[in-house]
């Protein structure tokens, strides 16, 4: 199945990108969660916008990508979330949340999609996000979520 991808998906390919996925993948997962579009030849005035869109805001070279990095690197974050006893939250903690605590922080403007929380964040205390930024560049910023 050929599709175009809308969102950036991890393994797969980034947003205006034509891929080629097995059929229950793409029709299982990938359409109806939006991440992707099925490909037509009309799709091709799609694949230029989502691609100027992505463009407009991707980190543009290696080292500014780098520089960002050191700065999220020496940054510490604090997040601020609704506990209960024994330091347990009421919910979790969401890549949008850690963009918006970056952004408070002082730190740039972080695109949420590009944020990586390997397991959930449900307890208050000391933990480490990492951040895509450029394909060939990451970074991890200490994050400490206290009970409010």
């Given at each position: 199945m050929k599709l175009?991808?809308?969102h950036e998906v991890n393994g797969l390919g980034a947003p205006g990108d034509v891929v080629e996925v097995k059929d229950g993948y793409g029709r299982n997962y990938l359409l109806p969660r939006g991440f992707a579009i099925r490909w037509t030849r009309g799709g091709q005035k799609q694949i230029d916008?989502?691609?100027r869109a992505r463009q407009a805001r991707d980190i543009r070279t290696l080292e500014e990508a780098q520089q960002i990095a050191g700065r999220l690197g020496a940054l510490t974050v604090t997040?601020?979330?609704?506990a209960g006893e024994g330091g347990r939250l009421f919910g979790?903690?969401?890549?949008?949340d850690v963009a918006d605590a970056?952004?408070?922080?002082?730190g740039p403007q972080v695109d949420k999609r590009r944020i990586e929380i390997k397991n959930a964040i449900k307890s208050v205390g000391a933990h480490k996000v990492q951040i895509r930024l450029h394909p060939e560049v990451s970074a991890t910023i200490a994050l400490e979520v206290v009970g409010g």
């Amino acid at each position: 199945m050929k599709l175009i991808l809308t969102h950036e998906v991890n393994g797969l390919g980034a947003p205006g990108d034509v891929v080629e996925v097995k059929d229950g993948y793409g029709r299982n997962y990938l359409l109806p969660r939006g991440f992707a579009i099925r490909w037509t030849r009309g799709g091709q005035k799609q694949i230029d916008s989502i691609r100027r869109a992505r463009q407009a805001r991707d980190i543009r070279t290696l080292e500014e990508a780098q520089q960002i990095a050191g700065r999220l690197g020496a940054l510490t974050v604090t997040l601020t979330q609704r506990a209960g006893e024994g330091g347990r939250l009421f919910g979790s903690v969401t890549a949008a949340d850690v963009a918006d605590a970056v952004k408070a922080a002082g730190g740039p403007q972080v695109d949420k999609r590009r944020i990586e929380i390997k397991n959930a964040i449900k307890s208050v205390g000391a933990h480490k996000v990492q951040i895509r930024l450029h394909p060939e560049v990451s970074a991890t910023i200490a994050l400490e979520v206290v009970g409010g």
